[in-house]
């Protein structure tokens, strides 16, 4: 069982899910996350279920202040489970065709480099022990990118090549490292990703699916089968096909506050 787990992204969605499927007590639980009332709801109910709480307000921009909170963290409580899970869904408004370059930029700072950022912040120390999991949660866009979010797409098309990559890299030290790729999750994401979310579970059963894979130390968490396995087999399906089968999952972002 882990003791010392960090979760990114830990104020909603997944990521809130998470927290508090592994609260319990024993367990600490670094729980990162930019807005401090949702945070804080969630620490409160990992505390409840009788877990030890440390909170980081920190944007996964700021490289600075995310490894300082890990490494910190790590010192105090020896990281078993890091779960890179924090991100953002952003890409073509209604009045437009396609993404803008401000969006892309963003999307891939966050989604990509603040996710490799974290990793590396907490890789070292796992090696010098050779011991810990690392799951790094990408998306099925990753398989089937989506004409309407590029930069979405790619960032997590890169985070599963980084993450796959850096498996077999460490995999003789005894540090594991999953990719997590999942489809339509209930959330605040999923709420500005207006147009359909066919097969979209909950983020506690996320959660269930996300554990029971790392118990399994699978390289790749893909849910739920009903995209997974269409995904999988996307690049080898002709295009005129590709578009067909997908015209009805088109769809444009909600703008941002």
């Known amino acids: 069982m882990f003791q010392n787990i960090v979760i990114t992204g830990a104020s909603s969605g997944i990521g809130a899910a998470l927290a508090k499927f592994y609260a319990r007590p024993g367990v600490t639980l670094g729980l990162i996350g930019r807005d401090p009332a949702r945070l804080g709801a969630v620490a409160a109910a990992a505390k409840a279920a009788g877990a030890v709480t440390v909170e980081g307000l920190v944007d996964l921009r700021d490289r600075a ?32 065709v396609v993404e803008d370059a401000d969006v892309a930029r963003r999307v891939i700072e966050i989604n990509l480099l603040g996710a490799v950022d974290t990793l590396h912040a907490v890789l070292p120390a796992m090696r010098q022990r050779r011991r810990g999991h690392i799951a ?3 998306s099925l866009a990753a398989l089937s990118p989506l004409p309407d979010a590029p930069a979405y ?23 594991r490292i999953s990719v997590v790729c999942p489809g339509y999750v209930t959330s605040a994401m999923t709420d500005s990703h207006i147009g359909n979310h066919p097969h979209k579970i909950s983020a506690e059963a996320a959660a269930r699916l996300i554990d029971a894979g790392i118990a399994r ?21 002709p295009e005129f096909i590709t578009r067909i089968a997908t015209k009805g999952i088109r769809f444009h972002v909600k703008p941002r506050d």
């Open 217 to 237: 130390n699978k390289p790749v968490i893909g849910f739920p089968w009903q995209l997974y396995i269409p995904s999988l087999i996307s690049p080898f399906v």
């Open 136 to 138: 790094l949660v990408s």
């Open 153 to 175: 797409s790619a960032s997590k098309a890169g985070l599963l090549s980084y993450g796959r990559a850096m498996r077999a890299a460490v995999a003789h030290e005894n540090v």
């Open 65 to 96: 202040a995310l490894t300082g909170f890990l490494s910190e963290f790590d010192a105090a409580h020896p990281i078993d489970l890091l779960i890179a899970n924090a991100g953002v869904l952003d890409g073509r408004r209604a009045d437009a």
